[in-house]
Structure formats: structure tokens, C-alpha cells
């Protein structure tokens, strides 16, 4: 173990004190070391995780980017759509044209009947031209069966963006705004009629962003249910021709019953469509079309997409084309790729050992809830059936769905056709496999590929995918010190998920059920606004402070995952003890994997923009701000009253 201790020490920067700073105690010759290159506007654990994968995913790739495979097997489908992505010369020999024959038809169409009816059909096409839409979904209050579920759409941006934005949300307002008049431009108008028609779009956009929840109130999860009969929809919302979008996306017919998600919203896209022009309504589908597949296009579209994010987050070079390649493949076969990827990454032996880590975070978590002094036996026990319920997924799926065995990639047609196609059959494949059939709740709900992990509220499962289960999260050859703080963290963080304040009101089948005493709730939410209240006086750039009730559901989750992995830390203590290593208790060792999971840099306008539109609390506050409220943290460094970040024990949280 050494040499773990020695990655430690080179990560640290030893003349800070930890009580004062322990993010740049624990990671500031991290910091120092990894400057941000012009690729990323933020680096870190899960940027090099990506990279690796890119690596990975492109070697896989070539093995069938480099021959003709048989028509309709995965080498064929995986070749085929590298090649053509890759084919610069064409792509851009052909410029917009994939699209020309979609917005023909749309600056041909006379009347608003017309145009709705092209809405729908170019929806089932995915060009997202409708600002409504339904699909398939599970039933919140009996998660056990697939109903249709439906909104609106139209807003790019959340609610804030429109409403009442600061200085970060109206740059990537005004930034949103250039890039979609240049795309009008690049598809044959002028500069005037491309102004005036990013002036149409945006005033859609606008009319429906701004009657939208906004990011705290859509947590809750109440606010966005509303199970309405298929004839009440009908009814209810007359502006929208449910049925002609329903048979041109090829759905069923016998839908009985549809959750909508906000009902006000919906009823200002009826108000647009009836009311607005049919100039400007062409306009708004004409920028849908261009938008949804301006990735597929020549250079020229690409390049103009990334000024926008250049603009929005700093980033100050593009991935090389080989890159964006793999991420468009991965996303569109993911189940193909991932099982290539488990094959040659994962073997059992190490989805055994996780599987052994998960197990010692439940019983962790199973000891505090049975220490708990705040929450009734009845309340305590329905905690525990639920914890003891959940469904753990990891690395790769038990059983694979084998949704894109009816994928088809012709290498004669260009990237937009191709996507057209597998944007129709992904939904086919959901149809054809689900419905009015039972809900497997040991589905899991990622890629093995995917660089992250998950709870499922309505599954009640946490899934920790292959690609996440490596240094610094997971290492094979780290003591379980260091693996109890980094990995260890992360299963109990996505655990405490089904106790923070959305996944809470789900109950151990995940429905949507209260299982609460009245008393238990009041006490549970008094001690979660600690949480709340502490992470909104955090300041991620300066003038721009996180938003604690937008993040709480998060930050619950770190504070309780912290406790949870300590506690399990300590107890295979018990069983088998470990020494210190070059000056490091195991405890140190515990905190400082920790911190090393979220050490990264990052430009302003990236932290800025994560603020703004992200459930999370930037990485450096889910050191600084998390670790303060932990108990153990100040037993391990001897933090005292005195430190920064000293924080009295009173007011420290005490959840889970």
C-alpha cells in the first residue's frame, strides 16, 4: 500500500492545514499539477475516466472500423457508423442537405392544420418539432406497471434562464440566441430574415420556459404528476392532436390513462399554437430540425455549436472529430458497446468485490438507522424494508435487453437517415418489449460504459456501472481504507438517495406512498434545512452562491454517504485492522480518497453555469461544505474550534 500512501502525499499540499482548507490540503498539488487543458472546461476523476473510456471505446470500434462486416450483425452497425461519422469529405460536400428535403417541407406548408400534422410526424423522426409530447413511462403510485407519461416541450433552458436570469444565465442566453440565428443563416437566409426568425423561436421559447416550474419546485415530485384518463387529455387539452401524434409515433392505441407532468405550461403551448403565426410557428420547427441533428451535419454547423458552449463554459478547444465519434456511438448502441466493453474491462472477480462493498455500505446503513434517536420504531421499521429492498446493480446488466438487435445502418445513406432510423426503432423496442408487460425492477438503467452512478426511485435500485469502478473511485491494489472513502462514498451517497428529500416519499416497491409518521417528517425536514441553509451561504464564484434547496437532495445524499461508508470503514476495522502507512491513519486515508474523487479544475463560467442549472454543488464544495459537518472528519485531522472550517457540533447536521 505504499505507494497509495506516496499518490496521497503527491496529491497534497502539506503547508495548508487541514482545518483551514483541506481542499487544497488533500488535492492542491493535484491542482497544481493537472492544469485544465483546452479541451475541458473542468478536469478530474470523472474527466479521466472519460478519456479512458475513449481510449477503451475507440480500440473496440476499430476492430470493425477497419473491414466490412455482414449486414446486421454489431461489428457491421459499429463500422459502418464510425466510417460514416467520420467521413469529413462527404459530410461536408453535402453541407445541410441531409435536412434541405425537411425544411422544404415545412416553408411549403399553407396552413396551421398542416403544419401540425408535420410536427408529429417529424417528431417520430426526431427532430423534436413539437412542443408536446407522450412516451412510455412508469405509474408513480404503482410503479409495478408502464403507463404513458406526457408535457410540454420547447424550452431548452430551465425556468430561471427566462424568468429572472443573473449574469451567467443571460449569457447563455444571448450566446443561445447568436447561435440560432447563424444556423438560419447556414441554412440559406438572410441576415435580416434570420434575425427576425430567432426573434419568432425564441419568443415560443420564452412563452413556455417562463410557465414552467422552476428547478426547486419541479423536486417535487407531487407537483409534477397529474394522472388524467386518455379521454380527459383529450378533452382537457383540445389545442393538441394527442391522437395524430400518438399513431405518428407508432404507439398503441389503447392507452387508458396518461400522466401529465405540468399542466400550465401545456396549456400555453395550446395558446401558441392556436395563436402565434404560421410564419412563426414554421420558424420554430424549422430551428428544431436544424437543432436536433446539427451534429450530423458538415464541420460548419459543428464548429458553430461549440462557439455557443465556448462561450457558455469556457472550454477553449473542440474534441478531435475521433471523439465525438465514440461518445455519438456509445450513446446510440450503448448496450452493443457495453457489452464489447464488460468483456475486455470487468472481469467477475471485480464485479465480486464490489458487490462485497455494497454489501458492507447496507449493513452500515442498517446499524445507523438501528442507532437512529430521532425517528419512531414504526418509521424506522419501513426504512429498513426499504434499504434492505433496494436492488443493487453492478458493472453490467444480470440479463441484457437486447433492444438494438433491430438496429440498421446503411453505409449508402447519410448520418441523419441513419439516426432517423434509430431514433424510430429505440422507440419500437421500448413498445414492443414493455408494454402491458411487467415492470423488472432489476433492470439497470445505465450503460456499462457510462462514467457515473444511480439511484432509481420507482426501481428502488442503485447502479454502479463498470466504467465508474476504477481509480480513484475503485482500486483493486488501495486498502479498503482508501476504497471506503472514495468508492465506498459514492454507494453510500447513491443509498442515502433513497432517503433524501424526493427519494423519501417513495416507498420500498417505489411507489409514490407516504410512509411517515407526521412527527418523524416534521423532524426529518427541520434537520435536512440545516443542510439547506448551510450549502446557500457557500459561494462557488464570487458573487454566485449555490442554491441549498435546489441541492439538497444531493448534498443529503454526500452527508449521508460520508456517515454511511465511515461507519462501514469501521467496522471491517473490527475484522481485520489496518496500520498506518507513511504517517496516515487509516481514517486520514478514508478523508483523503475522498477528497481526491472531487479534485478538479475548472473555468468560472463552467462552475458558474453548474450553479445555475445543476442539481449538484460544484466538486470543491463537496469537500468543503460537506466534510464540516461530519463528526469523524475532525476526529481524524484534529480539527478544532479555532480552524476555518470549524463548525460547532450543535449545529452540524445529523440525518442519517
Known sequence: MASSAQDLKANMDPSVKPGDDFWLYAVGGWLKANPLDKQHAENGAFTDLEELNNDRIK??????????????????????????????????????????????????????????????DFDAKGFNTAPFGIGLSLNPFNSSEYMIGGGHGGASLPQEYYANP???????????????????????????????????????????????????????????????PWQQLLNDFKGIDWEGYRDALGMPKDIDQVNISQLEPLHEVEKIMANTSLDDLKSYVELQIIRSYSGFLSDAFEDRAFEAQKAISGVQEQQPRWK????????????????????????????QRVVRLVKDLQQAFEDRLNENTWMSDSTKAKALEKLHAMHIN??????????????????NENLVENFIRITQEARAAM???????????????????????????????????????????????????????????????????GFDDQGCQFDKDGNLKNWWTADDKTNYDQRTKVIADWFSEQEAVPGLKVNGQKT????????????????????????EPLSNIEGFTPAQRFYLAYARVWACNSTPEYTAMLVNSDVHSPARIRVMAALPMIDTWYDAFGIKQGDKMFIPKEKRALVW
Open 552 to 575: 439538497l437532495g444531493e448534498n443529503v445524499s454526500d452527508n449521508g454517504g460520508l456517515k454511511i461508508a465511515y461507519r462501514a470503514y469501521e467496522n471491517r476495522m473490527k475484522q
Open 431 to 497: 413498445f414492443r418489449k414493455y408494454w402491458h408487460q411487467p415492470v423488472d425492477k432489476t433492470r439497470m438503467v445505465c450503460t456499462p460504459q457510462t462514467v457515473n452512478a444511480f439511484y432509481h426511485p420507482l426501481f428502488n435500485s442503485i447502479n454502479f456501472p463498470a466504467a465508474i469502478l476504477q481509480p480513484p473511485f475503485f482500486d483493486v491494489n488501495a486498502d479498503y481504507a482508501s476504497n471506503y472513502g472514495a468508492i465506498g462514498v459514492v454507494m453510500g451517497h447513491e443509498m442515502t438517495h
Open 166 to 228: 443573473n449574469e451567467q444565465q443571460k449569457k447563455t442566453v444571448e450566446a443561445k440566441k447568436a447561435l440560432f440565428k447563424d444556423f438560419f443563416k447556414m441554412v440559406g437566409y438572410s441576415e435580416k430574415e434570420a434575425q427576425k426568425k430567432m426573434e419568432a423561436e425564441w419568443a415560443i421559447e420564452h412563452a413556455i420556459g417562463i410557465k414552467t416550474l422552476n428547478q426547486v419546485e419541479s423536486r417535487n415530485p407531487m407537483a409534477t404528476i397529474h394522472i388524467m
Open 394 to 411: 453492478v458493472g453490467y446488466p444480470d440479463k441484457w435487453e437486447d433492444m438494438e438487435k433491430f438496429v440498421d445502418i446503411r453505409e
Open 324 to 351: 465525438r465519434a465514440v461518445a455519438t456511438i456509445s450513446g446510440s448502441l450503448g448496450e452493443t458497446i457495453g457489452k464489447l466493453y464488460v468483456q475486455e474491462y470487468f472481469p467477475e472477480s471485480s464485479k
Open 59 to 120: 480500440e473496440l470500434i476499430m476492430k470493425y472500423a477497419e473491414k466490412q462486416m455482414p449486414q446486421g450483425t454489431d461489428g457491421q452497425k459499429i463500422g459502418a457508423l464510425y466510417r460514416l461519422y467520420m467521413d469529413s469529405v462527404s459530410r461536408n460536400k453535402m453541407g445541410y442537405e441531409p435536412i434541405k428535403p425537411y425544411l422544404k417541407q415545412v416553408r411549403e406548408v399553407k396552413t396551421r392544420e398542416e403544419l401540425l400534422k408535420l410536427m408529429c
